[in-house]
């Protein structure tokens, strides 16, 4: 996920002033109705990684190539086997960097390998930003972990500050993230991993059963269709801001629709600018002129891009109803 975002730091925190008001209003007011429902939670996935790397580093031992250094404790996988996931983790991941081009001298990277952490515990995968990948156990064990997706975000990422959570000035972090477009740092880590996968043949989790990019375009039409909450999803995919359910216990409301209509997007921005352009628009995004970017590869504005992509799609009449972006 990167879905790294951390503005407005989460809390697993209920609002116990909260749900005490409400337990008083049923006891002192009978028969007035239920209480009001809590607020949704805020999701914090990186809480623990500080725990994961002792527990990992303590009780396990590394894999080291020349992109990758898997983590992974000794006693949780076959070693044979994690020798091998390694082996070939580490040749998807030289074959997705030569996908993107470069090296650029913009990568927070650099040329250090991405560090993959194997955890136990029930948490969402996700990169750091600071070269590491947290991913579940159980996820690696069930076969649908985005490691690809992850790697991606890591090599995606231009320096610190860059995501809206970086900013050490919360004012000015909001301001980045009203102008983030999450839905192409979403969307590319995905298109980059199912390519990569298509190609190499590594086994790249698909976490929202969407079916790789051939399947992307019906899957995110058939989803935003179906959905209560297209209206706001479709506020985000091609435009502008966070999508605030995705990081409460909303999540898994709008997650499926948002993730596969983000790669669905970043499919046709990157089939009409190429895939190298597309890379390139990361540090745009961290200076602001991402949008002039895209128009001038595109040859046209965001807003007329993004309903072209509606319509081949097939929701044509999606363009219109979501109005201007």
Not at 128 to 133: E, F, L, N, T
Not at 195 to 221: R, W
Not at 247 to 267: H, K, L
Request: proline share 6%; charged share 20%.
């Amino acid at each position: 996920m990167s879905t790294r975002e951390r503005s407005n730091p989460p809390s697993f925190r209920w609002e116990v002033r909260t749900l005490f008001a409400a337990a008083l209003v049923l006891v002192t007011h009978p028969g007035q109705g239920s209480a009001p429902a809590s607020p949704p939670a805020r999701l914090d996935w990186w809480s623990d990684d500080s725990a994961g790397v002792a527990f990992v580093t303590a009780h396990g031992r590394a894999h080291t190539g020349e992109n990758v250094i898997v983590w992974a404790p000794t006693d949780s996988l076959d070693a044979q086997w994690l020798a091998a996931f390694s082996d070939s983790l580490d040749s998807s991941v030289g074959w997705l960097k030569a996908f993107m081009g470069g090296p650029y001298e913009w990568q927070r990277i650099a040329n250090r390998p991405v560090l993959f952490y194997l955890s136990p515990g029930q948490f969402i995968s996700h990169a750091s930003g600071r070269d590491a990948v947290f991913i579940s156990l159980n996820r690696i064990r069930k076969g649908d972990a985005p490691t690809l997706h992850e790697a991606s975000h890591e090599l995606l990422s231009p320096p610190v500050p860059f995501a809206p959570y970086e900013y050490a000035d919360s004012a000015a972090g909001e301001l980045v993230a009203a102008h983030f477009p999450f839905w192409l740092v979403e969307g590319l880590p995905d298109y980059l991993a199912q390519a990569t996968a298509a190609a190499t043949g590594f086994h790249e989790g698909d976490v929202f059963d969407i079916g790789g990019l051939a399947k992307v375009d019906s899957v995110c039409a058939a989803r935003l269709t179906a959905s209560s909450r297209r209206a706001e999803i479709l506020e985000r995919v091609g435009g502008q801001g966070r999508l605030e359910a995705l990081f409460t216990s909303e999540r898994g409301e709008v997650a499926p629709t948002f993730y596969a209509c983000s790669q669905s997007i970043t499919r046709y921005l990157v089939n009409r600018i190429g895939i190298r352009a597309t890379v390139r628009l990361f540090p745009a995004i961290q200076s602001g002129t991402w949008t002039t970017e895209v128009e001038a590869a595109a040859g046209e504005p965001v807003a007329t891009l993004r309903e072209n992509w509606l319509v081949e799609i097939g929701l044509a009449g999606f363009a219109k109803a979501s109005g201007p972006q």
